[in-house]
């Protein structure tokens, strides 16, 4: 074995264990693009898996953007898998986004698509981690990338080693490195051409800002910005502890949509811990809070207000959030108030067509079709697949949450409170009666965007003939 790829696979192991990304044994689902990076990754957690993580499942989503390179993209990664004896899932989807700031938005929303299909799949094979190929050069561009938008502490930590069910194994790893690997052990990868494309801001950091402050200041900029991050992470760490235990102890009053927290208290709170405390109560009142708008300068705003002497002041913030400070309380509440959740069940005839329920701002298209293995890698949240045996020719209804609903979210044993599923998957509080449900017989197969149920779900050698079901949706789905 050749020193690069020893050094690359020491690497890995050390990240590993210092962060415990991988129990032994558990499955594993890998995001490859197809590039230097998920190769080498790919590669290397193939040659660890008796060290670390058991069974690997490829994961490669075609976001359909590039024409006929993005399906070579797809088709070569099937290949490798293949090449590999590994299992894997291709997911396609189309995004179209239309708004001013183009590039940022678009970007945004592969994101969010790509990190929805790993989930799905993790979900459908029982896989404990996703890994992505996330390395010490992703690590700088995104630190240099969020200092120069002016970042707080926290978003100089950058990106983690461990986030939920994400981890990065080679986030110590170069580029230069990764792509001595891949020459040592004569992989061969794909090039995406708009990794060279300067409209956008990374590319433009990567390609000529970093190389620049390297040439003229320091050679080892990348290594420096993220041990920066390491440092800073950790401080956050602690930092986020402290409030937590801070917050639960400020906090007078808790209801649905609102929040009643003890100002004496918050009074005597360092600014570095106070703006976190503030934070955590925002979240905790509103999952999204802002629509990704809120900025430090919101934050800032109600640590001002605190310090005050007056009382009966308040702040309206993105998101319809409004805070107010009494004389002992700061107080978060919802501006609009918690919508009123739409009522009534609408049968859905059990037929191949169109259904459309202008009363919950839905469109359904319904077919049946043969079972097929491609429906299992499904990358579209607003069309789903079910077996059609299951249902047994029982009309289906549209309906939206009531107290004490339960089902089993795809991939579990065991029935789950909706209430419970909604806080894991971080749904709006004040918007939770506004989601839409599928249902059959009483039963819950759908919630629409989100997840099926398993008792419905498609399974290879047992579904013949499936039921799919399209949505198309008049308003916004929380």
Known sequence: MNNITSTVLQRIREVCVRFELFERGECVVAAVSGGADSICMLHALDVLKNEFAGDIIVAHLNHGLRGPAADADAEFTKCKALEMGLDYRIGRIGVDVKMPDGAVATEAALRSARYEFLNRVALETNAARIATAHTLDDQAETVLMRFLKGATVTGLAGIRPVNGNIVRPLLYVARNEVEAYCADNKLEFRTDETNWDEKYLRNRIRHRLIPALEKEYNPQLRGTLA??????????????????????????????????????????????????????????????????????????????????????????????????????ELVFSMSGGKPPP?????????????????????????????????????????????????????????????????????????????????????????????????????????????????????????????????????????
């Open 227 to 328: 041990k920066m991050a390491a440092n800073f992470r950790r401080d956050c760490e602690y930092l986020d502890g402290a409030a937590e235990k801070i917050y639960s102890d400020a906090v007078l009053k808790k209801t649905e949509g609102e929040i009643e927290l003890d100002t004496g208290k918050l009074r005597r709170l360092h600014s570095a811990v106070l703006s976190r405390v503030i934070l955590i109560a925002l979240y905790d009142l509103s999952d999204a809070v802002g629509g990704g708008r809120l900025e430090s300068v919101h934050v800032d705003e109600i640590c001002e207000m605190i310090g005050r002497s007056d009382a009966g002041i308040s702040a309206t913030l993105p998101g319809g959030i409004t805070v107010t400070k009494r004389y002992r």
């Open 342 to 478: 739409i009522k009534g069940e609408f049968v859905i005839p059990l037929k191949d067509g169109r259904c459309m329920i202008p009363e919950a701002g839905l469109n359904l298209d319904i077919c049946t079709l043969p079972f097929s293995v491609e429906m299992m890698s499904n990358g579209d949240r607003m069309t789903e697949y079910f077996d059609a045996e299951r249902i047994g020719g029982r009309d289906l209804a549209i309906r939206f949450p009531r107290e004490g609903d339960r089902f089993r979210p795809l991939g579990m044993d065991h029935a789950k409170k909706l209430s419970d599923f909604f806080v894991d998957e971080k749904v709006d509080r004040n918007r939770r009666g506004q989601v839409p449900l599928l249902v059959c017989g009483g039963d819950i197969m759908w919630i629409i965007g989100r997840r099926i149920d398993q008792r419905f779900r498609l399974e290879p050698g047992r579904t013949k003939a499936v039921l799919k079901v399209s949505v198309t949706a008049n308003r916004e789905l929380h």
